[in-house]
């Protein structure tokens, strides 16, 4: 029977650190791992390995984990919790709008049409 290989708590509190990050900075997992020099494969793996070692045995991980221990009978945790969802901040490019003269204007996502088309009509004559 082979030896189940001992864990690396050190290496998994750092993955469960950058993981939780990676979820607060609001970036992709690309992005995020560009930035940072890690291996986007590394990443997909610690963070699939992390929810399973998660599911397997609950307990609050230092550095990022969620999960709760539970003492006495076992207790299941919902697989699917309600979750809303609004606009991120800073995370829909804005359209730009070149004009005739070389000017340009940025519209935020949602902007009011008529409202827009009033200020290009007024650049417009400006120019």
């Excluded at 992390?50 to 397997?56: G, I, K, P, S």
Aim: net charge positive; proline share 6%.
């Amino acid at each position: 029977m082979a030896k189940k290989k001992a864990r690396d708590l050190k290496k998994e509190a750092r993955w469960r650190k950058i993981v939780a990050a990676q979820r607060r900075s609001g970036q992709t997992v690309r992005q995020y791992c560009q930035e940072n020099a890690l291996a986007e494969s590394a990443f997909w793996f610690w963070k699939r390995e992390l929810a399973r070692r998660d599911a397997e045995e609950p307990t609050r991980h230092p550095g990022g984990g969620s999960s709760t221990r539970f003492n006495g009978p076992a207790r299941h945790l919902p697989s699917l919790v309600p979750v809303m969802i609004g606009p991120a901040v800073g995370t829909i490019a804005p359209i730009e709008v070149l004009l005739s003269h070389g000017a340009s204007v940025r519209v935020a996502a949602g902007c009011d049409e008529a409202t827009l088309r009033m200020v290009l009509a007024a650049l417009e004559r400006a120019s």
